[in-house]
């Protein structure tokens, strides 16, 4: 049984930093694109950060130059690293493990994030 369980999440001022976790277990994540979604109260998901099992990275717009986000392999781990956290930032935010080919698509419960002073 494939797990994701996100980790990190909590209260933070605007401007401050927050790095996020996500712990797969019942599979292996360097086969998969990773990635970081969020949904803020009254809208829809939306994607923030991928890496692809190559390591290539690709960012939302509102969140680029700020979030980065990063695999351990080893580990069987992802990260997301959120810094200049700005109250708009505020969401859930949820952990993906997705593999087209093998039409795998896992999702974690989610972790809030609030961002408020």
């Known amino acids: 049984q494939v797990q994701l369980v996100e980790s990190g999440g909590g209260l933070v001022q605007p401007g401050g930093s927050l790095r996020l976790s996500c712990a797969a277990s019942?599979?292996?994540?360097?086969?998969?694109?990773m990635g970081w979604y969020r949904q803020a109260p009254g809208k829809q998901r939306e994607l923030v950060a991928t890496?692809?099992?190559?390591?290539?990275?690709n960012y939302a717009d509102s969140v680029k130059g700020r979030f980065t986000i990063s695999r351990d392999n080893a580990k069987n781990t992802v990260y997301l690293q959120m810094n200049s956290l700005k109250p708009e930032d505020t969401a859930v935010y949820f952990c993906?493990?997705?593999?087209?080919?093998?039409?795998?698509?896992?999702w974690g419960k989610g972790t809030l994030v609030t961002v408020s002073s």
């Open positions: 993906n493990a997705f593999h087209l080919l093998y039409g795998m698509d896992y």
């Open positions: 019942g599979t292996i994540i360097s086969i998969y694109r």
């Open positions: 890496a692809t099992s190559g390591g290539s990275a």
